[in-house]
């Protein structure tokens, strides 16, 4: 069980807005790892710690996403953002312009960040942005820590704008709904990613292409022109370096072995879930898998072995995330 996390961002704006008892609730609920749908100004989001691989998992479970797209994170502020990713001048003209708002930025992560690996799908980038909702902003204040948060809906359902929205496709997958009225913007954050001096519209949203182009002075490019991820995709997720065999039931001599359940082995190994616990080994997957990868390097073996997980509930993502990290590489940005 994790602890009530300090605030770490008592000078970042927000620190004399009143707690009120939904906000104490919600912060409770947080610190416990469980899950809040919170209103924003764009949508309802289902939040839970940024920082906590199992929080994350839960939000994956809650959805029913049948893989992991990397969600994004909200803070409250660009102090706050640069702790979490590398903001080019660029990404910070566009976080001063258009923050508190909706303008998600796509950034490498910073080294050290303490985000969970999770909430990235296990890319090196991260996907940020501070909501411009008084609760939003009240709830992550009092966390003192990002919160992740995608729509509160079932997978492939219709974000929700009201309350009642997300009690109709949630039910009680959230542990709390805190009912801010309905949501001012309506639609899900617009999405970018600078390069250089280049913007790359990864979704379009809330904050039109204009705006963006009078503050960047240059126009858009799409994810299409550019051979970037569009988002939901992950031809460039992290792969492991080392050859990766799927559905193994023991490891060969010179392999790894990345073990579920009563599946185990001795020597050169890690077990996503000993329980068999399909949460536990979601939120273990992508930190293990780098584990074993650095270890394959350090000791020069031939690749990792990974046992076979059910397909049912995050199974079905977790078996879809193995599936990409085996198959042959296409030369595309895997790092
Ligand atoms: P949601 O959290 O449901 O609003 O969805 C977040 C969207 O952001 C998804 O479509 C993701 O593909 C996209 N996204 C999040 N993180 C990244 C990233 N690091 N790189 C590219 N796209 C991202
Ligand atoms: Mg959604």
Redesign the pocket.
Known sequence: MRTRPKPQNRRSGAEDLPLDADIERALAQICAGELVAMPTE??Y?LAGDATNDQAVAKIFAA?GRPSF????VHVLDLEMARRYGEFTPLAEKLARAFWPGPL?L??PRTKECGLSLLV??G?????IRAPDSNVARRLINACGRPL????ANRSGAI?PTTAEHVRESLGDRAALIIDGGACPVGV??T?V?TDGDRVIL??PGGVARGAIEAIARTPLQTAADEK??????LS?HYAPGAPLRINADAPRANEAFLGFGNIAAAGTSLNLSPSGDLVEAAANLFGYLRRLDALCAARNLGGIAAAPVPREGLGEAINDRLARAAAPRTGSKAP
């Open positions: 764009t949508v989001g959805k797209n990397p969600l994004i998600t796509v950034l990235s799908a890319l090196d980038t991260i996907a992740a948060a995608p729509s974000s899900e954050s999405i990613k990864l979704r970037i991820e569009a988002p939901g995709m460039s």
